[in-house]
């Protein structure tokens, strides 16, 4: 997948619990309202009521909750395989972000959830309904708390990914610059060399067929003596 693109849909979906029924209002078509009365049934819900409904439908947003989480989940491995990948650094930085904004994004829908469910859970106590459903609302809850402290991990997780890459960075930039370093040390030996012949002074082997056999033997020397010695101290 392109992690370039955020990989969240956020859709808002509005319940009005009623005595003997429940109304939602959506934008979108991406809550399966079918799936919902499947729960229904298979908790059994003409015995239950209103509650197992509520349930089903708070289950299945919650398990949306969930589907997003493994995606960024999924993503944020991604990336840290890409760490160490030259080929793909380009853009790395943008797809951390993308997924950093993501988890933002997923956060403000998932820890509200806990509220939402924990008062429906307190308020079906106190009016003491279909008791046989607190099972399973705390078993909701408990998916609840589960997707929420998932998305603290998550958080670390991105955290850790930016430190390292930002780590890596550095690195490499040491690396480049011990690099630039011992190659600009060596060009320096010919230069310093050379120069020196050039100068309208008199020196031994001058204007000589010995003299620059010489010369040129000193700048060979010295340049494979630096090379040498920057190889074994890993500076080239």
Known sequence: PDLTESSIEVHRISGFVLPRGLITVRLSQCIDIDEVSRRFDELGGQEYGVGALVHGLLDVVVDGHFDAVQALDDGIESVEDDLFENNVRKGLQRKTFRLRKDLVEL??????????????????????????????????????????????????????????????????????????????????????ITGFYGQNVLYPGIETVGGFVTSTSIIVLLVLVLYWTFKRKDWL
Not at 141 to 162: G, K, N, P, Q
Not at 164 to 181: H, W
Request: proline share 5%; hydrophobic share 45%.
């Open 107 to 192: 956060r403000r829908v998932v820890l509200p959830m806990r509220e939402v469910v924990n008062s429906i859970q307190h308020r079906r106590l106190d009016a003491k309904t279909s008791p046989e459903l607190d099972p399973l609302y705390a078993d909701l809850y408990d998916h609840v708390l589960r997707a929420s402290e998932w998305t603290e991990s998550l958080r670390d997780m991105i955290t850790t990914v930016f430190e390292t890459n930002l780590s890596l960075q550095d690195a490499r930039l040491n690396t480049v610059m011990k690099k630039l370093t011992g190659w600009a040390a060596i060009i320096a030996v010919p230069t310093a």
